[in-house]
């Protein structure tokens, strides 16, 4: 069974906007920090954003910082990555993942992963 499922992933054109989704089943967000990652084929995974069990501390990779927003809805166990302004850069495959003890936005400190939404903006 999956804990985590992504959606909301497609494909845009430059300047567009998008809202990623990540639910839970078995799994209780707010128990978790979360966080959004992406990887393109060749590179390793990063960090785009992260947020406290509480949605009040963000993290925000450079650069997404001010065109991408993380929230979540612990209520829902829900966790959201809205995408503004796209670039054809951001193309990549979209994580979301429950990190499940002490550390920060780095992929490592995450164990819990969803099988991810493709996100591909063209110019």
């Known amino acids: 069974q999956d804990l985590i499922a992504e959606s909301g992933g497609g494909e845009v054109q430059t300047g567009e906007s998008l809202r990623l989704s990540c639910t839970g089943s078995?799994?209780?967000?707010?128990?978790?920090?979360m966080g959004w990652f992406r990887q393109v084929p060749g590179k390793e995974r990063e960090g785009v954003a992260c947020?406290?069990?509480?949605?009040?501390?963000?993290y925000y990779s450079d650069s997404v910082k001010g065109r991408f927003t993380i929230s979540r809805d612990n209520a829902k166990n829900t966790l959201y990555l809205r995408m503004n302004d796209l670039k054809p850069e951001d193309t990549a495959m979209y994580y979301c993942?429950?990190?499940?003890?002490?550390?920060?936005?780095?992929?490592?400190?995450?164990?819990?992963w969803g099988k991810g939404t493709q996100v591909t903006v063209s110019s």
């Open positions: 078995g799994l209780t967000f707010e128990d978790h920090n």
């Open positions: 947020i406290g069990w509480s949605g009040l501390s963000t």
């Open positions: 993942a429950a990190r499940d003890r002490p550390g920060n936005c780095d992929p490592a400190h995450h164990s819990i």
